[in-house]
């Protein structure tokens, strides 16, 4: 479903979704799963937006974080979405589309297409984990955000994964090949280092776990078995095959009350210097 690829000279990497009515179902029903709504209301809470505020969020997806911003900022204040994938900003502009404070603009986290200080507090969940160049991001973060103003990185590590696969070996290549489609799986290792380096001061780290302890359809890492096979299915060498042993194994761990996952959203707050 998704896929990365250089989109300019600069060597940009972007992921791009392959939005067909399978993929674009697939990912509506993860962003609702249970797991995600509470990832979306501990960003919320972290970033806490007040009435007023002027906002953005980098990578915004299909924009439920900015029907929640929107909210939350009223309509004195303005919210701003910003991604280069045209089928997620329709997406995005039609669920926010009650909200004449909201623009959803095409664009890219490396090159955004905004004045110096325009906004009091910027949001970005699961993004910078695809960009290739972070000190050229966030140094255009900081740059958009005004002195005193609020940034909220969350990105995920995928060494923090805990998963119960029987084929060990096979379950190891797969996510391996999985990592592929990021351009740096361990970002939030570095993170506090670049936040700091770019001008931001840290004043909060936190992480926010996703813990499945049993195989639930709705669950985060169930449909997650879905998107990560659909991604490695010939790639590296990964056969159909593979992809139906490995999603057949963890659906047995699951029928014999024998599953577990968790995995870690890393988070950081920091104030623009
Ligand atoms: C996993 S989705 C996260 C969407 C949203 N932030 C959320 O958490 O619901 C990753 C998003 O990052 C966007 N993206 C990827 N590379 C980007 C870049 N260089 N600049 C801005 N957005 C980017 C993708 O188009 C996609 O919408």
Redesign the pocket.
Known sequence: MWRRTSVDTRE??????EFDDDGARLIERV?RSPDVVEQRARSLALLAPQPGETIL??????G??LASLAEAVGPAGAVHG????AP?NAVARDRTSGFSWVTVDDG???ALPYADGTFDAAV????YE??GDIPAALAELRRVVRPGGRVLLLDTDWDSVVWHAADRALHRRILAVWDEHLADPHLPCTLPGHLRRAGFRLTDRSIVPIFNPTYDPDSYSVLTIRTVGRYVRGRSGITDADVDAWAADLEARGAEDDYLFSINRYCFLGVAE
């Open positions: 940009v990497t972007v992921a791009m979704l962003y969020d980098v990578g915004s997806g299909p439920f974080l910003l991604d280069p994938s997620m890219d986290a490396l970005s969940t699961q993004v695809y960009v």
